[in-house]
């Protein structure tokens, strides 16, 4: 599942990291104690569960690492080739990869068509099959635009932007405010700040640090590109991008993913857990609260960028349900476009 791996990006624990920690952090192990035996002229220090199961965090940590490694660097020797090519070759070649990789998965297949079945009951079972194809190669796209994104920032021709929002955005930089942009993994999230950037509005973001960790590397110093500071969802994170809107910035936040514990919102019809913080920042700070959203056109090498009116003000759910909503909307309209492997509605 590299697609999946690598896009989603849900910051999970590694496996075997804690125990690995644990053993290298030189404190005392619960529930095994050292036992001197005498024996001769040396004691015999006993503790051999816990040497065997930070051996097997140690082996487990290494193990992932290493598939991290493997799939980091097949990914970046497969995009290194499509970048050789022209753009338009290069594309095509992605969107067929993707499309098949998720045609070859079966999980992969069934997690899509499962979400889609939830929120589009109307759809055939071919339809479904399709629309799951029509993802995999709209993100296989992606993918080769993470790849070559200062390729991609520097086509000034790739885009359009306008929308609502652009003159409110505008105005709150000229007051010297900030504001917090919304989006979802739809259509090009980054084409969002690199056609601000080529406006004059840079536009930084946080996202959540992918499992990959060479790949996430990678990764974030690629996004630097369309602008910045680039912030990994944290405590560091939150409070470097609080700092930033403060100042009079813009912040990009992708939204669309589930946050355990948080409020169930109406989402394509269905409760689903929405994170507040968004609404709460964009409050907090007095600034305005912007959908925006970059869609991929019938040439798909071209987006139209869209900063939507702002949301009106009002308690935080209400606010993130209007985001839902708008949200929602665009995905009904290129459902091909979303990243429908998210477990949205567990």
């Given at each position: 599942m590299l697609l999946h791996r690598l896009l989603a990006g849900d910051g999970a624990a590694r496996p075997g990291s804690g125990a690995a920690h644990a053993a290298g952090g030189g404190g005392a192990v619960p529930g095994h104690r050292l036992r001197h035996l005498r024996g001769g002229d040396s004691a015999v220090v006993a503790f051999r569960?816990?040497?065997?199961?930070?051996?097997?965090?140690?082996?487990?940590?290494?193990?992932?690492?290493?598939?991290?490694?493997?799939?980091?660097?097949?990914?970046?020797?497969?995009?290194?080739?499509?970048?050789?090519?022209?753009?338009s070759v290069a594309g095509r070649l992605a969107e067929s990869l993707g499309a098949a990789i998720v045609a070859g998965l079966p999980v992969t297949r069934r997690r899509i068509e499962r979400n889609l079945a939830r929120v589009m009951p109307h759809l055939s079972a071919a339809e479904r099959r399709r629309l799951a194809r029509a993802?995999?190669?709209?993100?296989?796209?992606?993918?080769?635009?993470?790849?070559?994104?200062?390729?991609?920032?520097?086509?000034?021709?790739?885009?359009?932007?306008?929308?609502?929002g652009l003159d409110a955005l505008r105005r709150?930089?000229?007051?010297?405010?900030?504001?917090?942009?919304?989006?979802?993994?739809?259509?090009?999230?980054?084409?969002?700040?690199?056609?601000?950037?080529?406006?004059?509005?840079?536009?930084?973001?946080?996202?959540?640090?992918?499992?990959?960790?060479?790949?996430?590397?990678?990764?974030?110093?690629?996004?630097?590109?369309?602008?910045?500071?680039?912030?990994?969802?944290?405590?560091?994170?939150?409070?470097?991008?609080?700092?930033?809107?403060?100042?009079?910035?813009?912040?990009?936040?992708?939204?669309?993913?589930?946050q355990t514990g948080a409020p169930r919102l109406p989402f394509m019809g269905?409760?689903?857990?929405?994170?507040?913080?968004?609404?709460?920042?964009?409050?907090?700070?007095g600034v305005p609260l912007l959908p925006a959203f970059a869609t991929r056109l019938e040439d798909p090498d071209r987006f139209a960028v869209e900063i939507e009116a702002p949301v009106p003000d009002g308690p935080a759910p209400a606010r993130m349900e209007e985001v839902n909503r708008r949200i929602a909307a665009r995905i009904a309209a290129r459902p091909g476009q979303w990243f429908w492997l998210h477990n949205r509605w567990r």
């Open positions: 569960p816990a040497v065997a199961a930070a051996g097997r965090g140690v082996t487990a940590g290494l193990g992932r690492r290493l598939a991290d490694q493997a799939a980091f660097r097949g990914a970046r020797l497969v995009m290194g080739g499509l970048a050789l090519l022209p753009d993802v995999g190669g709209h993100f296989g796209r992606v993918i080769l635009e993470y790849a070559t994104l200062p390729r991609l920032v520097a086509r000034r021709d790739a885009w359009t932007l306008g929308g609502p709150a930089r000229a007051e010297g405010r900030g504001a917090v942009l919304v989006s979802a993994h739809f259509g090009n999230w980054e084409v969002i700040r690199a056609a601000l950037a080529a406006a004059g509005i840079p536009c930084g973001m946080i996202y959540r640090a992918f499992n990959n960790r060479p790949f996430d590397l990678h990764v974030r110093d690629l996004m630097r590109a369309a602008g910045a500071p680039v912030l990994t969802k944290g405590h560091r994170g939150t409070r470097a991008l609080v700092a930033h809107v403060a100042r009079g910035g813009a912040g990009l936040i992708l939204v669309d993913q589930k269905h409760p689903a857990e929405t994170a507040l913080a968004a609404a709460e920042l964009a409050t907090r700070l």
